[in-house]
């Protein structure tokens, strides 16, 4: 199984709703990861999970919250988004660190109003 | 800062023809991975690029890395309809980070 799964495919939420992405992958990955893709641009990397500790925060605004539950999951948690929030967001995960192959999910596209 | 820096931007080419995708960056890294993006779709990982001089093939793509250029290609021969797509190149710096190039749209014409 070489898949990540991300819950919903599409979210649409106003600037005063929570909600949450979910993340999940069953390679026994040890490293997973959350970026944020615009339109017409490459990713960009927002937080990485090393062995369910977060190890790298990119300064994300704190509107963005992610979350390691365990191994297999990864959420972000999202409350008071902006408009220009609105993005793809990926997930990926990795056998141990980023000097493995990164797979990706399919994301989650986002639209703030 | 890491500057990953891709071109063509855009690339538009006739079907049975051949060309190369540049990736440059600006500072010493060994690690450098291509994907693909088709439109509204994830990224697929093509190859992954260790060390100085690797070459990697798969079917009509070819990519090489020269660290000591900084500098990574992605040929394309003899191009066909699926091959249409954005491409990424990436390169890892600080462990645990990936910085991801432009992108290169390519739009193969029959």
């Known amino acids: 199984d070489t898949e990540v799964t991300q819950t919903p495919k599409h979210l649409v939420m106003g600037m005063t ?3 949450s992405l979910k993340c999940e992958q069953h390679m026994g990955h040890r490293a ?5 893709q615009k339109a017409k641009k490459p990713p960009e990397l927002m937080f990485v999970y090393s062995y369910e500790k977060l190890s790298i925060n ?23 988004l902006q408009p220009e929030d609105s993005a793809l967001y990926l997930c990926a995960s990795s056998q141990a660190s980023v ?15 | ?17 051949n ?41 009509r793509l070819m990519a090489s890395l020269d660290t000591k ?27 645990e980070k990936l910085t991801f190039g432009t992108g290169t749209r390519l739009t193969i014409i029959p």
């Open chain 1, 17 to 19: 709703n929570k909600k």
């Open chain 1, 32 to 36: 997973m990861y959350w970026y944020k």
């Open chain 1, 58 to 80: 990119e300064s994300v605004p704190s509107r963005f919250s992610p979350e390691c539950p365990n191994s297999s999951l990864l959420n972000l948690h999202l409350h008071a």
């Open chain 1, 99 to 113: 000097q493995e192959t990164q797979y990706f999910g399919p994301g989650t596209r986002l639209l703030v109003l």
């Open chain 2, 1 to 17: 800062e890491l500057k990953v820096e891709q071109n063509p931007l855009f690339l538009s080419m006739q079907e049975g023809k």
């Open chain 2, 19 to 59: 060309y190369t995708i540049y990736c440059n960056y600006s500072t010493t890294s060994d690690r450098l991975y291509w994907y693909r993006q088709d439109p509204g779709k994830s990224l697929e990982s093509l190859f992954v690029l260790l060390s100085n001089g690797a070459v990697k093939q798969e079917g």
């Open chain 2, 69 to 95: 250029a900084r500098l990574s290609t992605l040929h394309i021969t003899a191009a066909v309809h699926d091959l249409s797509a954005t491409y990424f190149c990436a390169v890892e710096y600080g462990n």
